[in-house]
């Protein structure tokens, strides 16, 4: 996960392909690394820092729920 430092009533777009350089924020990289998955935009409620995912598996997007200690993401193999 990523320690963020975010500010309330600020729009963010969370890179949920995992293609953006600006981990874990969207750069528009999906645009051409993969067509069919959009960031996901939201906007905190309040200042603070928060975990984001970056194992785009969470099932509390964006933030982190722990899903990267699994299994499923620990076992994952690393394409070429």
Avoid: I, M, N
């Avoid at 963020?4 to 953006?20: F, I, M, Q, R």
């Amino acid at each position: 996960p990523f320690a963020v430092e975010l500010k309330a009533g600020k729009k963010y777009g969370w890179c949920a392909c995992g293609h953006s350089t600006k981990q874990p924020f969207c750069d528009g990289t999906h645009r051409r690394a993969a067509p069919g998955v959009s960031p996901l935009h939201f906007t905190p409620q309040e200042d603070g820092t928060v975990w984001l995912c970056g194992c785009k598996r969470t099932r509390t997007p964006p933030y982190c729920d722990g899903t990267h200690k699994e299994e499923a993401v620990q076992g994952a193999t690393v394409p070429p």
